[in-house]
């Protein structure tokens, strides 16, 4: 056989083709982040050592069109939620927290419930909306276990349907149904709502529904490096890309993609970021890191309540990444929580 | 004359060290700001035109520890004395401010008086501490101005003695003897305190003097992308290092060692990010921007002053540099000094 010059440029390709392959390996490819001395100095040693084993997939983004469908969004449902499992039920042991199941309006939901509430506190329940990028996690999220510990009341977790199979806005609404029959029951003064990530987007929109179909606002509202634009624009989104575990392309622009459906990205509904405030709006306290693809997002969704007069405030944490408050014993994120907690219980007790 | 071997290399190295400085030019070398279409989509159409002009000066470290002498540090004082004439005249005109000369326990006062001052915030004023790396900058200093129209009261702006002429602690004891008498004279609870850059550091050292002199503590601060580390470590000093007209080894190290004398750099003296707090510090609005190359000097002071159970409010401005602020009329400018002059005067007129 001649060997001809096409074949030998299509043997290089494949060479290539197959030598990225094992490069990038199985989870698409990743490379350390970067951390330099000066970094590591203003955080603490926990930090440092999660820092140096967080890796930033690296996956060009003609990769990412081709590789990403619903299928493999499943299978990493799966998983995530089978390596959360063992951490749940740490938490569940170690905080006594008992675990029921409900339905709420048709809607799963997860109540957490800690061992005993203090005598100023009974009556009085928080809403989860977990994070996962529209696409994964259960009502069981460490965040609704962490926080039923350490605001010290029941927390009501909602499974609502994950996309691609619900696009907007079917987990708005599902979220609505849980909003409306737990004001009923307890009362909004009562309640306040606490989310992550996907799920800080899920819930801002819930409380602008809620408004808009006349229900009581809720006492106050965490947001733990909430998602606040789809459209995929911000400083942090270019300068932190690659300085946090989650990546532009991969990790926001597909989900925003899977969930969002037929909805622009940039319309009020799928990012809060442009919906309208009004000083009547939650006492909203949100959290977000130096080092987050989404602090853009989070600061600007600030300024929109902030110059609305609602009553808000912003916790930026040093060197930290997008969902940093979910590591159960981390400086940082015990230092985070711990601040939202003082906001949202100082709003639960006033009269 | 014979060509030898070492005039040719001379040559070529006169030739690269000529080129070289014809690259770097006159302002010792710089290099546009990367922004991107993502990023100028998240900012008002006047930052991304300013953001456009600003230049990151790239000077290598040890071009720095030769070229930066006293000598030039007080020519650069007397350049940007200057050039702020203008942008001063300008705005005393325009909110038709009037400036007088004192001196105060020996230490020279500007003090800058609206034309009215309403009904309620009579007797009130603000302590205004200028910024300028500690090397710099004059006690009519533009922020001082425009607060005093801002705020609707007068503003006593300190004109502390430079470094490298004052060496820590001079300028804290010079503020700190201000702060003294205007206590004395208005009362500690009709006083706010506001500080640029440098300034936030002298105005943070001097309330920290004076609670431990014992003199009661004024009713609020506002710190504009305050400088709280000399120390040189943090995220933001890296990540951000290129993307903010400040730079790390000429705008932020050579002031630091001008100022800071034989004082080690990450002492609390020099850099208030290691100081004590207590809760009866005052309550403190600071502000910065997610590409100021001081952010995380910010965000680990909010976290101090939080934890010591302090009110605290941080604004984080998308896109921001450090002391953008100072822009008359940049919106995030407007946006940001008017969230902080609502703090502030919240808490001058509490009972």
Known sequence: MKIKRWMVITAVVLAMVVAGGAFIGLNFGSQPLAVSDKQRAAMSPDAVRLLDTMNSLVVPDFVVRRIVNEDRLKAEREAFATAERAVEDELIGRFRLTLTSDVIDGVPVT??????????????????????????????DRVGLLLAHELGIPVYSIDYT?????????????????????????????????????????LTATVLAAKAAGLP???????????TDLSGIGDSVVSNDGRDGLVANLRVDVPARFYAGDEPLDSAGVSPVYATYAADFPPTVL??????????????????????GVDTKLLVSEGMWHGFHWEPDLPEAVQTRAAAVRFLQARLTSP
Chains 1, 2 share one sequence.
């Open 111 to 140: 109540v957490v419930t800690p061992p005993s509430v203090a005598p100023d506190r009974r009556g009085k329940i928080a809403i989860n909306v977990h994070g996962g990028g529209f696409f994964l996690g259960t009502a069981r």
């Open 162 to 202: 994950l996309a691609p199979e619900a696009k907007y806005p079917i987990a708005i609404q599902e979220c609505l149904a849980v909003y409306r029959e737990l004001v009923d029951r307890f009362g909004a003064d009562n309640i306040v709502g606490v989310a992550s990530s996907a799920g800080g987007n899920l």
């Open 217 to 227: 606002m809720i006492a106050g509202l965490g947001l733990f490096t909430p998602v």
């Open 287 to 308: 959290t977000t890191g130096t080092r987050d693809l989404n602090l853009s997002d989070i600061v600007r969704l600030t300024w929109r309540l902030d110059d609305a």
